[in-house]
């Protein structure tokens, strides 16, 4: 993993036309995957933002945050739970092949 240096210039007209309320309430994530990009790769250096742009960034960054907190936690669930159906799965393979090996000897 490296960053990246951001260079794509930010559309403040999108970002500010964005319901934030709405997105909380809907729990619209499809929203938020619409200015994931904006807001990671954006170059806030290039020009000057305003208080309330400035606010407007920061909520939906935080929202987005958010969201691939509870991914990550869900995806780190899912991996403990395939984890423990592959132990289960395997010590089931090895007394297959035990059960297996006796029906040869006989």
């Known amino acids: 993993f490296a960053f990246v240096r951001n260079r794509r210039r930010i559309d403040w007209r999108?970002?500010?036309r964005i319901n934030i309320s709405s997105i909380?309430?809907?729990n619209?994530?499809?929203a938020l995957n619409d200015v994931i990009d904006l807001l990671t790769y954006g170059d806030l250096d290039a020009e000057d933002v305003s208080p309330h742009?400035?606010?407007v960034a920061?909520?939906?960054a935080q929202m987005c945050m958010?969201?691939?907190l509870f991914v990550q936690s869900d995806l780190l669930t899912q991996a403990s739970l395939v984890a423990t159906d592959r132990a289960r799965l395997l010590k089931h393979e090895a007394a297959l092949k035990v059960r297996r090996s006796s029906y040869?000897?006989?």
């Open 104 to 106: 040869h000897t006989i």
């Open 24 to 26: 909380r309430e809907k």
């Open 58 to 60: 920061f909520r939906l």
């Open 53 to 55: 742009h400035q606010r």
């Open 14 to 16: 999108f970002l500010s």
């Open 66 to 68: 958010e969201c691939l």
């Open 28 to 30: 619209n994530t499809a």
